[in-house]
Nanobody, 125 residues
Framework: EVQLVESGGGLVQAGGSLRLSCKASGFTVDGYAIGWFRQAPGKEREAVSCISHYDGSTYYADSVKGRFTISSAKAQHTVYLQMNSLKPEDTAVYSC??????????????????WGQGTQVTVSS
């Protein structure tokens, strides 16, 4: 079964850090890009970051540039999202999903598949 499973969410104070994990099973991440998205209550799902295992390219939303870092441990079929200097506005359910090949210039949720169940990130002020 093709599956992505997120973990690592939690409650953290503003300025703190969390590292999210997205582990793939049932397929190899070679040739795929993995994207991280988030959805806050009452808001649309938005792209946060993406990494392509095809060419190593990455994408970051302007709101997280300089604070979040995406990386991949291919041997463990796992993509990480290191989140530093967290802000209350980062509070959301974070999910990962896959797309063949590259991260698009602005990743759109409908382009991605194999969505995980999500992990809650709550940043208190």
């Amino acid at each position: 079964e093709v599956q992505l499973v997120e973990s690592g969410g939690g409650l953290v104070q503003a300025g703190g850090s969390l590292r999210l994990s997205c582990k793939a099973s049932g397929f190899t991440v070679d040739g795929y890009a993995i994207g991280w998205f988030r959805q806050a209550p009452g808001k649309e799902r938005e792209a946060v970051s993406c990494i392509s295992h095809y060419d190593g390219s990455t994408y970051y939303a302007d709101s997280v540039k300089g604070r979040f870092t995406i990386s991949s441990a291919k041997a463990q079929h796992t993509v990480y999202l290191q989140m530093n200097s967290l802000k209350p506005e980062d509070t959301a359910v974070y999910s990962c999903a896959s797309i063949i090949g590259y991260c698009s210039a602005y990743p759109m949720p409908y382009e991605y598949a194999n969505w995980g169940q999500g992990t809650q990130v709550t940043v208190s002020s």
